[in-house]
């Protein structure tokens, strides 16, 4: 059996397009043993392509508005019981201004879907940012114009997150209605022809889900060449149409996170959030099988539980009085180091210039 996994894991390193055969018989490893060869051919590929660094990624929530229906989530619509905010440009820039103080020196400012939210307002804050400190702003604050994403890349964006969750397109459309699969991929090309750093991500344990269907979002993770890709556990929120549904199985989620770093390479790859819910210990196995991104959630404390996506929520913190030596010593258990430089994609810079033309 070892010899078959191997002989796999080279094949599926190897192709151009590693076959969804392939791929199911690995995410369907199942002992600890077979497992372990796995995440340490992932942990190779990283070494290799990303080097020993752990980036730094600082997040701030700064709204939790959203008129999506997306029935896993706890920011959707139907969620009644929640109560809505949006930070201030002022709240944002004090923000910033802290994670930029310990060091950190890539701002993700992420929010739910707000039609609401002005354009120029947004672009400002990006521009003011810009003005104040040297760092990569990184937004995710979901599906919009072209027009839009061009205004604020010229405001000073580098990188946008948005997240596919599957690339099945029927469970993408069962799981989204009013929400439409093409204009997600539409959305997605836009911003990288505008070039952006591009991130996106799937969903482990979505309704309809199968190991065929995941290793098809490997194949389009792989086809698309994100720069970012997020892969975190379904976790089932009370107030939500899924509420009494069963989360994602952690497990999978290592053993999709390690196929991704093996089949893009140099992708950069976090550890989720989602996935450090489950427990320190997975955060940790994350990062020995492939991960190389942390990120630390910098949202302001009078609205973080407001951010209510998931109950669990395991953030990461580095507030004013933590000493930066406990990120040290856990990089260290890891045999890792942290990385605080701006954490640039490692794609061809090629396309990215010539996408700036299409601006
Ligand atoms: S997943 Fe995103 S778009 Fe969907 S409801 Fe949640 S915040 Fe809104």
Redesign the pocket.
Known sequence: MNKQITDTLNRVHNALMPKTADLTFLLSLKTKEEQQILFRFADQVRQKHCGKGILLRGIIEFSNR?A???P??????HNHSLSRYQLSKNEILDTVDRLHHQKIRTVILQS??DPQMDPDWLADVIRSIRARFEMAITLSV?EKSLETYRCWKKAGADRYLLKIETASRSIYDSLHPGMNFSKRILCLKNLTKLGYQVGCGNMIGLIGQTTATIARDIQFFKKMDFDMIAIGPFIPHSKTPHGQEKPGDPELVLRTLALTRIVTKNSHLPSTTALASFGNDLKNQGFLAGANVLMLNFTPPSVLKDYD?YPGRKYTYLDENDSSSSLHAWADSLNRIIDYSIGNSLKSATTQTVNQQYI
């Open positions: 959203c999506n229906p997306c896993y989530c706890g920011l959707s619509f739910g879907e979901g996506i």
